[in-house]
């Protein structure tokens, strides 16, 4: 199983952006995005469970949405009113198994190599 993700950039406070996350192989529960600022802990973003259920991280909600398209076995990332904090390393996950843990990396089996997205002020 492999995950590739892609979208990342510079861009200035309000802009938008959308990343994406291809993955060859394999079948998946939940699938979701983490980020990871310099010298900080890889956080939650998003996350698509069963049944098509969305979660997002409280400082996301409202200008991230999260979608998948299970033909194409991609998931994606909307992010508009981007801000300098959303300026991090983002990382697209894939869990084997629907769990109850989403939002902790350690549940993800499978990780993409993380694209960075910088938002300048």
């Known amino acids: 199983v492999q995950l590739q993700a892609s979208g990342g950039g510079l861009v200035r406070a309000g802009d938008s952006l959308r990343l994406s996350c291809t993955a060859s192989g394999g079948t998946f529960g939940d699938v979701g995005w983490f980020r990871q600022a310099p010298g900080k802990e890889r956080k939650f973003v998003a996350a698509?469970?069963?049944?098509?259920?969305?979660y997002y991280a409280d400082s996301v909600k409202g200008r991230f949405t999260i979608s998948r398209d299970n033909a194409k076995s991609t998931w994606y990332l909307q992010m508009d009113s981007l801000e300098p904090e959303d300026t991090a390393v983002y990382y697209c996950?894939?869990?084997?198994?629907?769990?109850?843990?989403?939002?902790?990396?350690?549940?993800?089996?499978?990780w993409g190599q993380g694209t960075q997205v910088t938002v300048s002020s």
């Open positions: 698509i469970r069963q049944r098509d259920s969305l």
């Open positions: 996950a894939a869990d084997r198994y629907y769990t109850g843990t989403y939002f902790l990396a350690r549940a993800y089996d499978y």
